[in-house]
């Protein structure tokens, strides 16, 4: 298990996945590999295919017709994996809490390893969150 | 073409069928038709007037439902929104447009899911946004809908 | 012939959104498309009417994220209308502002999705590398680089600062070189020709059937655009084209696009460099009971919002329609009948591919640089150039 994850976090290859979000962190996800911030160089690359992935970025409030979907993805995608939720509607569902279409945080749904608060966070925040997640892992591997 | 050419044109055109006319402002006309002429007037404004058609809106008024047909007459920078009632003791249900012109078609499935007005004649009335779980009968942006789902989780959680 | 269905989505390597979509194909040929919606579905229609005007602002801020100017804007308007007010010329212009630069990061955003969607990377990185200039001016004029949260019913929420001009201009300048050598680059490619020309075309009487909004209608012809036909804020005080085109093809509407980015920073130039004195605010106390309407034409077409009031301080109706409510149904015209490699095209959904050319330098073994950015511009104008002489001979 440590070994796989620790191979996992040479490369982090990402799944991007809006479930019921403005767009406007998903953008941002994309602006990540654009040439000003350029994650590449650190080896992260957005996956294809779910199958693919090591991590999965999850924004959005979790509306009910994505969140039959998202579970199934989460089922495909090979363990270990870890689950990062970014932006304000994937944390707490921000200003949708009271929607009908959106009854539950994502939280609640799947486990997530790390939260990247903003709306929308920007992609400074994104990087730092992820390398703040990679770091906490490898201490973890560590300790074991 | 003017507004008040528009306007006269309209008005003896559809006399039996206008019940009232409410000029707002330079820009904006509302006008109160009887719910069995829609067709007729719309695909008058629609075909021969050359309006655009941006949406309808539908809305919950307590005792009566409201549809409001807005048309936009770029050229001359005006906005005509065609209102009709429907009466909530009878049978909530309209004439379709979708067949008129295509741009009707996923409005009307929009407004008979969420306030749950039915369009005789429509090709397809399916769900368009809510999922097909959702339960028959509860209409969301109704003035007495309550939340159903009694797993919903309401607070932040902290 | 048996007939297949090909199901795209919903959450499809290259959509940033969930959408799916059933294609039905004879052999090659798409014979039908259904396309369902509502995977972003939120009810912010119901949640409106809980929250007061100056709240909604925020809430429709994040429908979209991309027109996260249109949609304030088209509400404040809204409001403005059920009393029939005009908000001060100084807010008109900050609004103008917003809007636009809003209107460049959107177009440049789109095409460079587009360059990546038709394997074309290079298109992508370039556009989305000017993008970030313009979200630096957005940056420096609002606060925040999405969401700006600028609008208020009666007036804008933040002044723009006269020290702050100067840096804008520069930056708006600069990207504008750029620009240009990317328009030749997607306007003179003969492979993108071939991709893009008389694929996926709208015809004129159907954009009008289905009332096609914004770029997608002008591509096809039909001369609209509510900056010209209802004027609001400041676009009514400068010279400015409408683009239009004829063809309604997938390279018109990229054409259309591209055009109109450059129309958009004379808009924004001439805005900032005339910016009005006074107030930027009416300081509305109250909104009587009445209807009101407020349309303004956002990156990809009319956004018109409907508020119905009582009185208090909260809206009893609040109908939105976003452009693509109107343009997404135009697919069941574009997509029957092309093949299948094209109608990926069209839906912009196909080559889950990302790679990176931008800041790229070959080195050899010991380090040493052979080419920089601007040679590798030049040899991929040369390879071009050659394609184009070699498809010139053979026409």
């Known amino acids: 298990m440590s070994l796989k994850l620790k191979a996992l976090l040479k490369s982090p290859w990402v799944f991007h996945l809006s479930t019921g979000s403005c767009n406007n962190c998903d953008i941002e996800i994309l602006d990540c590999l654009t040439p000003r911030f350029d994650i590449e160089r650190f080896g992260i690359l957005l996956a294809g295919s779910i199958k693919h992935a090591d991590v999965l970025l999850i924004t959005g409030s979790c509306n009910r017709k994505s969140v039959e979907r998202l579970k199934r993805l989460y089922e495909q995608v090979p363990k270990p994996c870890l689950v990062v939720a970014i932006g304000e509607c994937s944390m707490s569902r921000g200003m949708f809490i009271h929607s009908y279409n959106c009854p539950e945080p994502l939280d609640k749904i799947i486990p997530v390893d790390a939260y990247i608060p903003g709306c929308p966070p920007k992609p400074e925040a994104i990087i730092a969150g992820v390398v703040k997640l990679i770091g906490k892992v490898q201490e973890s591997i560590k300790k074991k | ?158 | 012939m048996a007939k297949t269905i090909v199901p795209i989505g919903p959450y499809h390597p290259l959509q940033e959104e969930p959408e799916f979509f059933t294609l039905t194909v004879e052999g090659e040929t798409v014979i039908d498309i259904d396309v369902k919606v509502g995977y972003n579905h939120r009810g912010i229609e119901k949640l409106s009417e809980s929250k007061t005007f100056d709240q909604a602002t925020f809430l429709v801020e994040r429908i979209c994220g991309i027109c996260s100017t249109s949609h304030p804007y088209a509400h404040t308007r809204a409001v403005e209308d059920v009393i029939s007010v005009e908000v001060p010329e100084r807010a008109k212009f900050i609004r103008t502002i917003i809007a636009e630069g809003e209107r460049i990061h959107s177009h440049l955003l789109w095409l460079g999705l587009a360059g990546h969607f038709l394997g074309y990377n290079t298109v992508y990185m370039w556009a989305w590398k000017l993008r970030e200039e313009i979200l630096d001016v957005m940056e420096i004029l609002s606060g925040n680089r999405n969401n700006y949260a600028m609008f208020k019913p009666g007036g804008v929420r933040r002044d723009i600062k006269a020290e702050d001009i100067p840096v804008c201009l520069k930056k708006i300048d600069s990207i504008v070189p750029t620009l240009i050598m990317l328009k030749k680059a997607v306007i003179d490619d003969p492979v993108l020709h071939a991709r893009t020309k008389g694929v996926g075309i709208l015809s004129k009487e159907d954009a009008i059937n289905y009332s096609a909004l914004g770029p997608t209608s002008r591509a096809s012809g039909v001369a609209r655009d509510l900056r010209k036909d209802c004027p609001y804020g400041a676009y009514d005080k400068m010279q400015w084209d409408m683009i239009v085109t004829k063809n309604g093809d997938v390279f018109d509407k990229a054409v259309v696009r591209i055009l109109e980015t450059f129309e958009s920073i004379k808009i924004v130039k001439y805005c900032l460099q005339n910016l009005p004195g006074g107030d930027i605010d009416l300081n509305l106390k109250s909104i009587p009971a009445g209807e009101g309407i407020g349309h303004i034409e956002a990156p990809r077409g009319e956004t018109f919002h409907y508020v119905k009031t009582d009185g208090t301080n909260r809206p009893v109706r609040h109908k939105v329609r976003a452009p693509t409510f109107m343009n997404l149904p135009t697919y069941k015209a574009t997509v029957v009948g092309q093949t299948i490699s094209d109608a990926t095209i069209i839906l912009a959904a196909i080559d889950p591919c990302y790679c990176c050319t931008e800041r790229m330098a070959v080195r050899n073994t010991k380090g040493k640089m052979l080419y920089n950015g601007e040679d590798l511009v030049r040899l991929s104008q040369e390879k071009t150039e050659k394609i184009r002489r070699k498809l010139g001979k053979k026409a």
């Open chain 2, 1 to 158: 073409m003017t507004k008040t050419s528009i306007i006269k044109d309209l008005c003896e055109r559809f006399s039996s069928d206008i019940i009232d006319v409410f000029d707002k402002s330079s820009k904006r006309v509302y006008m109160e038709i009887k719910p069995e002429s829609i067709v007729k007037v719309a695909k008058y404004i629609f075909k021969d007037l050359g309006a655009r058609f941006n949406i309808a809106s539908g809305l919950d008024a307590r005792d009566h439902m409201e549809i409001l047909y807005h048309f936009t007459f770029e050229e001359i920078n005006l906005i005509i929104s065609l209102r009709v009632k429907l009466e909530k003791s009878k049978k909530l249900e309209i004439d379709s447009l979708a067949n008129t012109f295509e741009a009707a078609n996923w409005i009307e499935r929009e407004i008979h899911e969420l306030l749950g007005i039915n369009f005789k004649g429509h090709p397809d009335l399916r769900k368009l946004l809510l999922p097909d779980e959702w339960p028959e009968g509860v209409y969301p942006l109704r003035r007495d809908y309550k939340e159903w789902d009694k797993k919903a989780i309401r607070d932040r959680g902290v």
